[in-house]
């Protein structure tokens, strides 16, 4: 079993939709959890952040962690076609631990 | 606005041959990475430097891959011989570090696609 595991998908939305996208994970010492967005062709660059369990929410983008569930999710409100890249969720252990990446969901969001 | 720049974007090769890549992490970053992204996987740490030392090579194949940040800026990660498995993504990243403590952010790179024919 992995350690992070992430629907690849693809999943494909219209204009306006809320979109879930999901991650569980094994290692119960995972304490920092953190979503990535890939453009094609470009390096990921970094959505949210949390620390341990909770919500997150920047903009139209919320982040929840529950610990208890090695479950984490991001939603996003109100997609755009803008939206349309590879989500990838990530999370370490410590500060100076490597992040663990799950294989990412292919978003589309249609006009 | 800061980046990560990286060369070649794209690289064709055939097997045996050597491969270099070639990172330049945002300035100031202490913290670089390189990491290997297959494609529909997600990104894989080959390699972390602490300045001009490696703290974590632990999955980086060292029969025939190599890393060098020599004097603690820029970085090469070379590949000798290239194997047809060796086609991904190769991607860098660098953090800002405040004595021992590793910033959260990694600011990514666009990446080397390398193929190996």
């Known amino acids: 079993q992995k350690e992070v595991e992430q629907d690849p998908g693809p999943l494909s939305v219209p204009e306006g939709a809320i979109v879930s996208l999901n991650c569980t994970y094994s290692n119960s010492a995972f304490q920092y959890f953190m979503w990535y967005r890939q453009y094609s062709r470009k390096g990921p660059e970094l959505l949210m952040y949390t620390y341990s369990s909770g919500n997150k929410e920047d903009g139209r983008f919320t982040a929840q962690v529950d610990k208890s569930s090695k479950y984490i999710s991001l939603f996003i409100r109100d997609s755009q076609p803008s939206d349309s890249a590879t989500y990838l969720c990530a999370m370490r252990r410590g500060s100076n631990y490597k992040l663990t990446f799950g294989k990412g969901t292919l978003l589309t969001v249609n006009p | 606005e800061a980046e990560v720049a990286q060369s070649p974007r794209y690289k064709i090769t055939e097997k045996s041959q050597a491969v270099a890549f070639w990172c330049d992490p945002i300035?100031?970053?202490?913290?670089l990475y390189w990491y290997r992204q297959i494609l529909g996987q997600g990104p894989e740490l080959l390699v972390q430097?602490?300045?001009?030392?490696?703290?974590?090579d632990s999955q980086l194949p060292k029969d025939r891959f190599s890393a060098e940040r020599l004097k603690g800026v820029d970085s090469t990660l070379k590949i000798q011989p290239a194997e047809l498995g060796d086609s991904a993504m190769y991607l860098c990243?660098?953090?800002?570090?405040?004595?021992?403590?590793?910033?959260?952010?990694?600011?990514f790179g666009p990446g080397t696609r390398l193929t190996v024919t």
């Open positions: 300035s100031g970053h202490a913290t």
């Open positions: 990243a660098s953090s800002l570090a405040v004595g021992a403590v590793i910033a959260y952010e990694q600011y």
């Open positions: 430097f602490q300045d001009e030392s490696v703290v974590d």
